[in-house]
């Protein structure tokens, strides 16, 4: 038997807890506590879906912004037919293997390894022929995430036969598996998925040798690009919009030139850009110039409103933070700007000669450009100040003070808030 916390399909709840927590947001927890369609169940491990499945016992599972949208009922309706319910939350995970596994390099790893699993539920953890992008190593763009042995579920996390983090035991497919170094503690092997998608972000957004960047939204997603753009980029001047004082100092820590609060992001990037600042007669004010890439962490409407306003013409916008809320787009035809999707990771990205792959020129003291992102991302983890940045621990059974922490971490000066899988 295992415990876990389970999202289960309930419309009249989940409208309940949308309406809610998108009127009330000071509300939110209250509503993902009392409406939303979670439930704590005791029931069997999940089954192995086939060969080169493993059981896998959770230490630590994070909760992240994408499963926050998703219990309080702000996440797209896009979604609804790439997830099968009831699911198991959770992709965030430093977890034991329960019986030996042998990997897609051909490591062995005896029961009991600590391992961070890569979420993706691509074309080998389904058991098809790989897909355009998984064949390419851009398993985060796999095409068959509905298709196979399993049912829907983009990721871990999301679908109803592998389980998820929020539990005491879930199913991973061997390539979804990386081995945790030994001298690696959990609080920061948990981080271990996010940096990787930070990384992802770094690479995706081609970042210039000296170009100007600005990051919105200081909060896990944030902080963790900013690192990862200062270790695999040439950036030059990095500015983070950040809400609270202590994302202002993991800022500074972390790597940040320049940080400014929310208010004052169009005017200190005009100062520091000498871009023209123009006031239309309806909405907010805009530039003539300015960043050369900005990236949205934040994934509010205002926030990808402010990137879009604030990033010279021909620059690019990232949006790494999961969308919400609808924005004017005048401002991506009239400057002609690149608007980049990042999702997830990739497991390697092999470089055509003509250059045109994703990421800029690859850094001397990193010269192979097909490494995964998970192997970055553990690099990042044992190197980086990310002490402190785990915030907070809870047991599954106090789910509800859990969520209620995290989706109030900036105001509560947190970061990251996990589950601890093995308290009692």
């Known amino acids: 038997m295992s415990r876990a916390l389970e999202l289960y399909r309930s419309m009249p709840r989940y409208l309940a807890t949308r309406a809610v927590s998108g009127r009330l947001p000071a509300l939110a927890g209250a509503a993902a506590a009392t409406t939303a369609p979670l439930r704590l169940t005791d029931g069997p491990v999940p089954a192995l879906p086939g060969e080169g499945w493993v059981t896998i016992r959770p230490r630590l599972s994070g909760i992240c912004g994408s499963d926050l949208a998703t219990v309080t009922g702000q996440s797209s309706f896009y979604f609804t037919s790439l997830v099968s319910m009831p699911f198991v939350p959770g992709h965030e995970i430093v977890a034991d293997t329960q019986t ?55 990721q871990t996390g999301s679908c109803a036969q592998t389980g998820g983090g929020w539990s005491r035991a879930l199913v991973a497919h061997r390539s979804q598996l990386y081995p945790v170094p030994a001298d690696l503690p959990d609080e920061r092997a948990v981080l271990v998925e996010p940096l990787a998608c930070a990384v992802h972000t770094a690479l995706r957004a081609r970042v210039a040798d000296g170009d100007r960047v600005l990051i919105i939204g200081a909060g896990s997603v944030g902080l963790l690009t900013l690192l990862a753009l200062r270790a695999y980029t040439r950036a030059g001047l990095v500015t983070v919009v950040a809400k609270h004082r202590h994302q202002v100092e993991l800022a500074r820590r972390f790597g940040a030139d320049e940080i400014l609060p929310p208010a004052s992001a169009v005017g200190g990037v005009r100062r520091g850009t000498r871009a023209l600042k123009l006031e239309p007669d309806v909405g907010p004010p805009y530039l003539l110039g300015g960043v050369d890439v900005a990236i949205d962490c934040a994934g509010s409407a205002s926030s990808l409103s402010t990137a879009l306003r604030v990033t010279r013409a021909g620059g690019r916008v990232v949006l790494s933070g999961v969308p919400t809320g609808s924005v004017d787009l005048t401002p991506l035809w009239f400057r002609e700007l690149e608007l980049v999707g990042t999702y997830a990771s990739s497991v390697g990205r ?22 995964p992102d998970f192997v970055r991302a553990l690099e990042l983890a044992a190197t980086a100040p990310l002490d402190g940045v785990v915030s907070a621990t809870y047991p599954l059974d106090r789910w509800r003070d859990a969520l209620d922490h995290a989706l109030g971490a900036g105001r509560l000066g947190a970061v990251k808030v996990a589950f601890d899988l093995t308290a009692a």
């Open 350 to 371: 092999p470089r055509p000669a003509d250059g045109s792959a994703d990421g800029p020129a690859q850094r001397p003291e990193d010269p192979a450009s097909d490494r």
């Open 100 to 154: 030996d596994v042998t990997l897609e390099d051909g490591t062995e790893l005896p029961a009991g390894s600590r391992v961070v699993l890569d979420p993706v539920l691509g074309c080998a953890a389904r058991g098809v022929a790989a897909c355009a992008g998984c064949a390419a190593g851009h398993t985060s763009r796999c095409d068959r995430v509905t298709s196979g042995h399993l049912s829907p579920g983009l």
